[in-house]
């Protein structure tokens, strides 16, 4: 007769000490914001990114005069308190679009070039070494690929679309179509207008997928910690419109091939970042690199953008805050997203983009987002500073919402009806 084996009881905290500990764990992220941004004197008066890739930039970086970028910086910070939940403020919008067509007409002005895509950096990794990697691209964070690196992973080596589907085919996710987002089962994707991101449902249920990927073998190259990984699966004519967040991100290309755009985070204003996602993450009124009316935004066509295709066994670094957009380019693609750690050990996201982390981290909307997030991992009993990481799930509805506009025209929800109503805020 088979004998039952005993299993550990998961810990419940009391509710009060739940509150308590959740209170104090964003007491400590609310003091480190105000001391790294000294009282917000830092994001308004210094550059956005606080720690520019000069060695890798072939370009020229656009500029525009001191004030003007002040200004610019205001009208956001005023937006995000002003604004209602659809992202509208009449009198804050109606102010910056009165004063955007002079920051166009500075640019077109003072650029004689349109800016052209380079080709993202690419480190030897075979030749190098994890030191060498965290000195040139996580000190001074940047994205860029490692070709290869995966290749010889057992993901790499026997996942593919069907053997995924197959197997976690009857795994909850949250799915992505046309016309919305909705619960369904992994074989849903099946459906070539069905999209499936953000799916960590499929790791929880067989945690032999991680062991699959060695994730591990990466840590000495970010020294931070992997918290969780989620799937990407689907199909061609799905991907990803121009959006940031806060977060590490290790992207292994198990199957297929992607089309990644980055932009720096320090040309942020070029790309008229819709301020209403909330949280810490960011979409932008641009959209798609390859459907932008660059008639209407004037600012882009001088934008200058990294580009890289991935292939099966690539793992591409995405720094937070680095603006990207995502293009499928075969008939099916498998890729999954490990995140790491940021907050235990380090504060390196809020120099990256010294504005978008003030104005994340002091959303209305924040606080709230975030004292049910830790409110659950207290509660499930899990060490929420470790955890951490996952307080910028934010990304996850961003990246999954953003499907939809390859097919329908309905990049993220509300920021699509601004775009089709020719706006700019």
Not at 33 to 52: H, M, Y
Not at 92 to 98: G, H, L, S, T
Not at 177 to 183: G, H, V, W, Y
Not at 251 to 260: A, I, L, S
Request: hydrophobic share 40%; with cysteine.
């Amino acid at each position: 007769m088979a004998t039952a084996v005993a299993q550990s009881p998961i810990r419940v905290l009391p509710r009060r000490r739940k509150i308590f500990r959740t209170c104090v764990v964003m007491a400590i992220l609310y003091t480190r914001s105000l001391i790294a941004s000294l009282f917000f004197i830092r994001p308004f008066l210094l550059r956005i990114n606080g720690k520019p890739c000069l060695r890798e930039r072939t370009y020229r970086v656009p500029s525009i005069p001191f004030f003007m970028m002040l200004r610019l910086k205001w009208l956001w910070f005023r937006g995000i308190w002003s604004a209602d939940a659809e992202g509208h403020e009449p009198k804050i919008e109606e102010k910056f679009n009165r004063f955007i067509p002079k920051v166009e007409e500075y640019v077109e002005t003072h650029c004689k070039e349109k800016a052209k895509d380079v080709p993202l950096p690419e480190y030897d990794w075979q030749n190098g070494n994890p030191e060498e990697f965290y000195e040139k691209y996580v000190k001074t964070p940047q994205p860029v690929v490692l070709r290869g690196f995966a290749l010889q992973t057992e993901a790499v080596k026997k996942w593919g679309f069907d053997y995924i589907v197959d197997k976690c085919a009857e795994v909850e996710v949250n799915l992505t179509s046309a016309d919305n987002d909705f619960p369904g089962k992994l074989k849903e994707v099946r459906d070539p207008k069905i999209y499936c991101a953000n799916a960590d449902a499929p790791f929880k249920a067989f945690p032999e997928l991680a062991e699959d990927l060695s994730v591990p073998k990466l840590q000495p190259y970010l020294k931070k910690r992997n918290t969780w990984n989620q799937f990407f699966i689907g199909q061609k004519a799905t991907g990803s419109g121009y959006h940031c967040a806060g977060i590490w991100n290790f992207f292994f290309m198990v199957e297929g091939q992607k089309k990644w755009t980055f932009v720096d985070p320090e040309l942020t204003w070029m790309l008229y970042p819709s301020m209403i996602t909330g949280a810490l993450a960011y979409g932008s009124l641009v959209s798609f690199p390859d459907r932008a009316d660059l008639s209407y935004y004037r600012l882009y066509k001088y934008c200058p953008r990294f580009w890289v295709v991935l292939n099966p066994g690539d793992v591409l670094l995405n720094p937070p805050w680095w603006w990207h957009a995502v293009d499928n380019l075969t008939p099916t693609s498998v890729a999954v997203a490990t995140r790491w750690d940021a907050f235990k050990g380090d504060f390196s996201f809020y120099e990256i983009n010294r504005t978008l982390s003030m104005l994340a981290i002091f959303n209305p909307r924040f606080p709230r987002f975030l004292f049910n997030y830790l409110m659950t991992n207290v509660g499930k009993g899990r060490h929420v500073v470790q955890a951490g990481g996952g307080a910028f799930e934010e990304d996850d509805m961003v990246e999954k919402t953003n499907q939809k506009g390859r097919m329908a025209n309905s990049y993220h929800g509300k920021i699509v009806r601004k775009v089709q109503l020719r706006r700019k805020w």
